[in-house]
């Protein structure tokens, strides 16, 4: 009997161990992002927060154990630059995207929501990927962002759909382009994040009742959800082109917001 198994038959414990890897997350100072650069940092790694504010960690100290960069995604030299400054890194994860209302509705009278948005999250995800992955090594990684209504449209948000599934597309298309490198996408559902004040107090009291009724998980998504599934896609080193619901099940049932 062998007493000895090959390197591709030998079993491995998985492991999401990040100790000594760089991961960047661009729009990771607040909400989903920062859920994401904190799962990365339990897991051992120094983190890398991009997006448009300054905020001083004495004022935010969930953000003291990262390194900041000020970056405005839709500004394509700006992101060229903030990539030449962070240098080499393991793990890129695109969690920015606009989250005011400012994506516009098919019939407004001009087109300037829907190219204002797609500039920002489809080519702004384009443009952080295009000049990190010089920087990533083959056993990196790149993780998208987008959201349950690239699958489910809801009117008056064709932009977001349109928009979210380029960037799934993008995921698919780059993970055959880039590979080894792996590349992915997360689709949150409903996670309890500041973007929710852009409904009133009571409509955004009554989505979150909705959600603990109707989805099976029976609760709020929290930003540490998606973390923990950055952290895993980040330290599988076989998944790529997916995208990965995280969703507490909302994908499953009948239910608007
Ligand atoms: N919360 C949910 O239930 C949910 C569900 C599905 C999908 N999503 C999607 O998940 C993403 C994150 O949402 P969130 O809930 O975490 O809300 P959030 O806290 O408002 O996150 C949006 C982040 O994107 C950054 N950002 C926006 N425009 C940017 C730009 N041009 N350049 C660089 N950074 C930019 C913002 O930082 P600065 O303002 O500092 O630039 C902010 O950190 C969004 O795309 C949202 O549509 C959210």
């Not at 799962?39 to 504010?53: F, K, L, P």
């Not at 995604?73 to 606009?98: K, Q, T, W």
């Not at 790149?142 to 690239?150: D, M």
């Not at 540490?224 to 076989?238: E, I, Q, R």
């Amino acid at each position: 009997m062998a007493t000895h198994q090959n390197e591709l038959t030998k079993p491995r414990s998985p492991s999401y161990d990040l100790t000594g890897k760089r991961v960047v997350v661009v729009g990771g100072k607040t909400g989903i992002g920062l859920g994401i650069a904190q799962a990365a940092h339990a897991a051992g790694a120094s983190v890398t927060v991009a997006s448009r504010r300054s905020a001083h960690s004495a004022d935010h100290p969930d953000l003291a154990p990262f390194e900041q960069i000020r970056l405005d995604i839709g500004d394509e030299e700006a992101v060229r630059g903030a990539f030449d400054a962070i240098g080499a890194l393991d793990h890129l994860v695109v969690a920015a995207g606009p989250t005011d209302g400012s994506w516009g509705t098919f019939m407004d009278d001009d087109m300037r929501g829907v190219r204002s948005y797609a500039n920002s999250k489809f080519l702004g995800s384009w443009a952080c990927v295009r000049y990190a992955t010089p920087r990533l090594p083959p056993d990196g990684s790149i993780t998208f962002l987008t959201g349950g209504i690239a699958a489910r449209p809801k009117v008056g948000m064709t932009s977001v759909t349109s928009t979210f599934a380029a960037v799934e597309a993008l995921g698919r298309s780059l993970a055959l382009e880039l590979g080894p490198i792996r590349v992915n996408t997360i689709r949150p559902g409903f996670i309890d994040t500041d973007f929710w004040t852009i409904l009133s107090e009571a409509d955004a009291a009554a989505v979150r009742e909705k959600v603990r009724a109707r989805f099976p998980a029976r609760r709020l998504g929290q930003p540490g959800d998606v973390g923990h599934a950055a952290v895993f896609l980040m330290t599988n080193p076989y998944v790529t082109g997916t995208v990965l619901d995280v969703t507490g099940g909302e994908h499953l049932v009948d239910w608007a917001f």
